[in-house]
């Protein structure tokens, strides 16, 4: 069966522009194309389009999406397979998401009481979904959806001890970046203290192949590009997203 542009719209909810620029762009090109220039597309396409919005979903920009689909070792039912456990994932933790806040929930309108256990497993989702917005778009758009879950297992199946020491390390960066701003020298001792504790605080979340020298010096430049972000460094101390982002630079410039 072929589809013209409007019923192929109709089928998927896209809008014929959106089709008509998937065209432009080599995305999703027609099987073929009448004299009239109506766009005819085939079952070839469909299923292509069927990828594609998958892709979409997963927040892939459509760049990237082409390159993928067009690469000549694409495997389409290895792409559907991790996508399917990808999907498979988000389920699980939205699940966990709803069932903690549901027992908080309980628990502040007197319903029931949560122990020390549950209040620490319901930080670690909070944390979890945190890093999801701030960070979810731009890890999946880098380094692929299963980035994105590895980050999200680290965090789950940390132990009361490892969310202690993490937490320490988060205090420990910003104290020594408080004494390297006091002594005036992002090169320095205390300002190359900061950048350690920083990059063994992010590794709580972050794989090491994620943190390289370039992805955390862009991290820490958006610390300062973001108006979140600024204020949060702002409260460690006047300054303090500027500075930091000439003490990584120093700090990275050293290691060579």
């Not at 502040?108 to 620490?120: A, V, W």
């Not at 590895?150 to 910003?174: A, C, D, F, I, L």
Request: hydrophobic share 35%; net charge negative; proline share 3%.
């Amino acid at each position: 069966m072929t589809y013209t542009v409007s019923q192929l719209s109709r089928l998927t909810g896209l809008t014929p522009r959106t089709l008509r620029y998937y065209d432009a762009i080599g995305l999703l090109r027609p099987e073929r194309v009448r004299e009239n220039d109506y766009r005819l597309y085939g079952g070839a396409e469909v299923d292509r389009l069927q990828q594609i919005l998958l892709y979409r979903e997963m927040g892939l920009p459509l760049e990237e999406i082409r390159r993928m689909l067009d690469a000549p070792d694409y495997d389409r039912a290895g792409a559907l397979r991790a996508h399917l456990g990808s999907l498979l994932s988000q389920r699980q933790h939205v699940d966990q998401l709803i069932d903690t806040v549901s027992r908080t929930l309980q628990a502040l309108e007197g319903g029931t009481t949560m122990d020390d256990r549950e209040k620490f497993e319901a930080m670690k989702q909070r944390a979890v979904q945190e890093n999801e917005a701030v960070y979810g778009q731009e890890i999946r758009q880098k380094y692929g959806p299963q980035a994105l879950e590895e980050t999200s297992r680290r965090v789950g199946g940390m132990t009361e001890e490892e969310w202690s020491r993490m937490r320490g390390e988060e205090s420990g960066y910003q104290e020594a970046l408080r004494r390297a701003m006091a002594a005036g020298d992002p090169a320095g001792e205390d300002a190359r203290e900061a950048c350690r504790l920083h990059r063994a605080w992010l590794l709580h979340y972050w794989t090491a192949e994620m943190l390289n020298a370039q992805s955390h010096v862009n991290l820490v430049d958006m610390y300062g590009a973001d108006p979140r972000f600024r204020a949060y460094y702002e409260a460690v101390a006047p300054g303090c997203a500027d500075f930091f982002a000439q003490a990584i630079r120093a700090y990275y410039s050293e290691r060579g």
